[in-house]
């Protein structure tokens, strides 16, 4: 895969990378917002954004999410706290 420096994403990776965020909230079973940690320190909560929007400002912006998501197969965890991931390892053992 070849990376580009620049702001400027393609179309076609944008939307992959929506695809598969729907599918690990899904997965996790949250609301988008919930994997945003710093949601009311932006001052997000103020504003009533949809989950698309709240979607779509993390494909855009990736660093708001701050967080690993571990996703082994089925099921998916965000990895902070890091319990979360060996509770869903010990799950798969």
């Known amino acids: 895969m070849r990376v580009a420096s620049s702001l400027r994403k393609p179309t076609i990776t944008c939307n992959r990378l929506e695809n598969k965020l729907r599918e690990l909230i899904k997965k996790m079973g949250i609301k988008p917002r919930d994997l ?3 949601y009311r320190e932006l ?3 103020k504003q009533d954004f949809s989950d698309d929007e709240i979607i779509s400002l993390m494909v855009n912006y990736p ?3 701050q967080r690993p998501i571990v996703e082994p197969g089925e099921r998916a965890v965000m990895g ?8 869903l390892l010990e799950e798969k053992s």
């Open 80 to 87: 902070r706290p890091v319990e979360n991931v060996r509770n």
């Open 63 to 65: 660093d708001l999410i």
């Open 43 to 45: 001052g997000l909560a």
């Open 36 to 38: 945003l940690p710093i």
